[in-house]
């Protein structure tokens, strides 16, 4: 019985039902565990192992979400700001999103994990999500989530419609086509430069017209060029403009950068982890997280020199 063979899409279904890729691989190995400790119980006739570890998976998640409050974007949590020069104070009793590193993603799982996409999916009711996960990102009949989640086929569809009406009320989540890999990293090398040259003009001409940027752990988010670019102006006048960049994907494929600040010391340490969202050659979204220990996820130092 191979159960490793799975585990890189437990990992990313496990993500998507928590926002937490740290907690989605905590998941995963209890799960790993539950499966090995009730291998000799395991009925081939009734399910594949694939099957079975899905339902050993959601069961633990759902367990996990009863005790936990949703993770969230600042930009779920009401409207925008229009001062740059409001206090930066971290929100640490909220439980953020966090951003999944494409280093560690299973190649296979690399479909539906976009921040916005499981941002949305965390609105849901637990059993709801799970639900929509399994039928509509990993394709399970309605039968087999059914036995999964210990109910009826009626009940796995009637929540299914519940979950499609909510995510329909927060826009359209459908598939955006991304820009070629070429282009968008064409687009966030652009960026980089001007980021380590602290140029906002040079940021702000990269920017669509209504362009968002969010700053998770601080429940604070910003749209349009003109926001960005003077909050952005007040960074570099706090931080200085010595700073340094390194290009990581994250989600399945967004573009992002690792990003440094000086330290004081003549060298650069670990400062955000930026996820980008691109549409037309221009960046619509930046959620900058401000979370040094995601570095080491990534698999990018926390100082330069």
Same mark, same amino acid.
């Given at each position: 019985?191979?159960?490793?063979?799975?585990?890189?899409?437990?990992?990313?279904?496990?993500?998507?039902?928590?926002?937490?890729?740290?907690?989605?691989?905590?998941?995963?190995?209890?799960?790993?565990?539950?499966?090995?400790? @009730?291998?000799?119980?395991?009925?081939?006739?009734?399910?594949?192992?694939?099957?079975?570890?899905?339902?050993?998976?959601?069961?633990?998640?759902?367990?996990?979400?009863?005790?936990?409050?949703?993770?969230?974007?600042?930009?779920?949590?009401?409207?925008?700001?229009?001062?740059?020069?409001?206090?930066?104070? =971290?929100?640490?009793?909220?439980?953020?999103?966090?951003?999944? *590193?494409?280093?560690?993603?299973?190649?296979?799982?690399?479909?539906?994990?976009?921040?916005?996409?499981?941002?949305?999916?965390?609105?849901?009711? @637990?059993?709801?999500?799970?639900?929509? $996960?399994?039928?509509? $990102?990993?394709?399970?009949?309605?039968?087999?989530?059914?036995?999964?989640?210990?109910?009826?086929?009626?009940?796995?569809?009637?929540?299914?419609?519940?979950?499609?009406?909510?995510?329909?009320?927060?826009?359209?989540?459908?598939?955006?086509?991304?820009?070629?890999?070429?282009?968008?990293?064409? $687009?966030?090398?652009?960026?980089?430069?001007?980021?380590?040259?602290?140029?906002?003009?040079?940021?702000?001409?990269?920017?669509?017209?209504?362009?968002?940027?969010?700053?998770? =752990?601080? *429940?604070?988010?910003?749209?349009?060029?003109?926001?960005?670019?003077?909050?952005?102006?007040?960074?570099?006048?706090?931080?200085?403009?010595?700073?340094?960049?390194?290009?990581?994907?994250?989600?399945?494929?967004?573009?992002?950068?690792?990003?440094?600040?000086?330290?004081?010391?003549?060298?650069?340490?670990?400062?955000?982890?930026?996820?980008?969202?691109?549409?037309?050659?221009?960046?619509?979204?930046?959620?900058?997280?401000?979370?040094?220990?995601?570095?080491?996820?990534?698999?990018?130092?926390?100082?330069?020199?």
């Amino acid at each position: 019985m191979d159960l490793e063979a799975h585990r890189g899409e437990l990992v990313a279904y496990c993500y998507r039902m928590l926002g937490s890729f740290h907690d989605a691989e905590d998941l995963v190995q209890e799960t790993m565990l539950r499966a090995w400790k @009730a291998r000799d119980g395991y009925d081939p006739a009734r399910a594949s192992v694939r099957t079975w570890l899905y339902r050993i998976a959601t069961n633990a998640c759902l367990t996990a979400l009863d005790s936990r409050a949703r993770r969230v974007l600042p930009s779920g949590l009401g409207a925008p700001s229009t001062d740059p020069a409001v206090p930066l104070t =971290p929100a640490l009793d909220i439980p953020w999103l966090q951003p999944f *590193p494409d280093a560690r993603l299973d190649p296979d799982a690399r479909t539906d994990l976009r921040l916005a996409l499981v941002a949305a999916l965390q609105l849901l009711p @637990a059993r709801q999500r799970a639900v929509l $996960v399994l039928r509509e $990102v990993l394709q399970f009949s309605a039968a087999e989530v059914a036995e999964q989640l210990e109910t009826t086929v009626a009940s796995v569809n009637s929540a299914l419609q519940r979950a499609r009406a909510t995510m329909e009320q927060h826009g359209d989540l459908g598939e955006v086509p991304e820009p070629r890999d070429a282009e968008a990293r064409a $687009v966030v090398d652009r960026y980089a430069r001007a980021f380590e040259a602290a140029d906002v003009a040079g940021l702000v001409r990269l920017l669509a017209d209504a362009a968002i940027m969010e700053m998770p =752990p601080v *429940p604070l988010w910003y749209r349009g060029r003109e926001h960005y670019g003077l909050f952005m102006a007040r960074v570099f006048a706090m931080r200085g403009a010595d700073w340094g960049t390194r290009f990581v994907t994250a989600n399945g494929g967004q573009p992002a950068l690792a990003t440094y600040a000086a330290d004081g010391a003549g060298g650069l340490r670990a400062h955000s982890l930026q996820v980008f969202t691109l549409a037309d050659g221009l960046i619509t979204g930046n959620v900058v997280f401000a979370d040094p220990t995601l570095f080491e996820a990534f698999g990018v130092p926390e100082r330069l020199s």
